[in-house]
């Protein structure tokens, strides 16, 4: 009886995966099709996923990764390959430089993206952290439940469980796809997530997004961020006096410090329309400046401060905090400028990069 039960199982397990492999087999070649736009869900942002898929690519090559840009979507939307291009231009010098900045991350999220996924799979020697004053909106004192869901986090923690677990997510695709899939079964898909998903499939191998559409400075806020950053910028005051953003700051200082990471923060300029989110204009936009530098003062990191007064001319940007192109070479020259001036760079062949296209 024990032989015919055992049977029994062994092939119900083998007719189970025999199932999950014409599943695998039939997913492949979905994805393969020129029709196919299931995208992985491995975060919240499709952006995040896109960038963290490329970042996984980097464990397969010797070269050490030189510069991690990171911070709000201000800084996805700047540019690796430039900053590669002009460091080269400048000094001869070939860097390899990574842009992990993404919309919504705090940089409470990022410090944990950075220590438990990041240098697990490639770790930098300088990580440029970019700073706006919509940072203040939600930098959270400590990392919610439900933050670090995300499969990511818990296929980095080295047991061997996250072992089998991150294997599954580099090799099969059922297990890559799987949120994606669950949200296409459901019908939990919007919109606005489909045009994220198809920003997400130009991500170029070193975190690029695509360059920006040409188009005029606008001349008033638009509704995105009259809508999201206009009212909660109302509690400025509370925001500044209160808020996490300060100290978590000095806390990514300490994380990096510990890995042995030179960390510079950087004050991305914002364009003149930012002034019109504020409640209190250039007052508050000074407020936070003066704040800024003296958190980074007393997290004993540099502050690279591309601006004098921290607000680029119009043709600089796209909306309030976004670059132009113009804005993109702008901040790719500025901040070449400081790694070779601060002897962050090293001499090595010219560089090969890899564009959006």
Same mark, same amino acid.
């Given at each position: 009886m024990r032989d015919v039960n055992a049977r029994a199982l062994v092939v119900e397990v083998v007719l189970l995966l025999l199932v999950l492999a014409v599943a695998e087999m039939a997913l492949r070649l979905y994805l393969h099709s020129p029709t196919a736009t299931l995208f992985p869900r491995l975060f919240g942002s499709p952006l995040t996923t896109a960038k963290f898929l490329a970042y996984r690519r980097l464990d397969d090559q010797r070269e050490p990764l030189d510069v991690l840009l990171m911070g709000r979507s201000q800084v996805?939307?700047? @540019?690796a390959a430039e900053l590669i291009q002009e460091v080269f231009k400048a000094s001869g010098a070939r860097l390899t430089v990574f842009n992990f900045g993404s919309p919504g991350h705090s940089v409470e999220y990022d410090r944990h993206l950075l220590q438990d996924v990041l240098v697990r799979i490639k770790q930098p020697r300088v990580?440029?952290?970019?700073?706006?004053p919509t940072n203040l909106i939600q930098e959270p004192g400590s990392m919610q439940p439900g933050t670090t869901d995300s499969p990511v986090f818990s296929a980095y923690t080295g047991t061997p469980a996250a072992v089998l677990q991150r294997t599954l997510l580099e090799h099969v695709d059922l297990i890559l796809y799987r949120e994606a899939l669950q949200a296409r079964l459901t019908g939990a898909g919007t919109g606005q997530m489909r045009y994220w998903e198809w920003a997400a499939r130009k991500? @170029?191998?070193i975190g690029d997004m695509a360059p920006p559409i040409p188009r005029e400075p606008p001349p008033f806020l638009n509704t995105w961020e009259r809508k999201h950053l206009v009212p909660p910028m109302r509690h400025f005051d509370t925001l500044i006096a209160r808020g996490a953003l300060f100290e978590n700051i000095a806390e990514l200082a300490r994380t990096c410090r510990a890995l042995a990471i030179r960390l510079v923060l950087l004050a991305s300029p914002v364009g003149p329309l930012y002034m019109q989110i504020l409640p209190?204009?250039?007052d508050d936009y000074r407020e936070y400046r003066r704040r800024l530098q003296e958190a980074?003062?007393?997290a004993e990191v540099p502050l690279l401060d591309p601006s004098p007064d921290g607000i680029g001319s119009p043709e600089m940007f796209v909306d309030a905090t976004h670059n132009s192109q113009a804005g993109i070479t702008w901040m790719s020259q500025a901040i070449s400028a400081y790694l070779i001036e601060h002897?962050?760079?090293g001499t090595r062949d010219a560089p090969a990069v890899t564009q959006v296209q």
């Open positions: 996805g939307r700047l @540019s990580i440029v952290y970019g700073l706006i991500i @170029s191998p209190g204009g250039a980074a003062a007393a002897g962050l760079v």
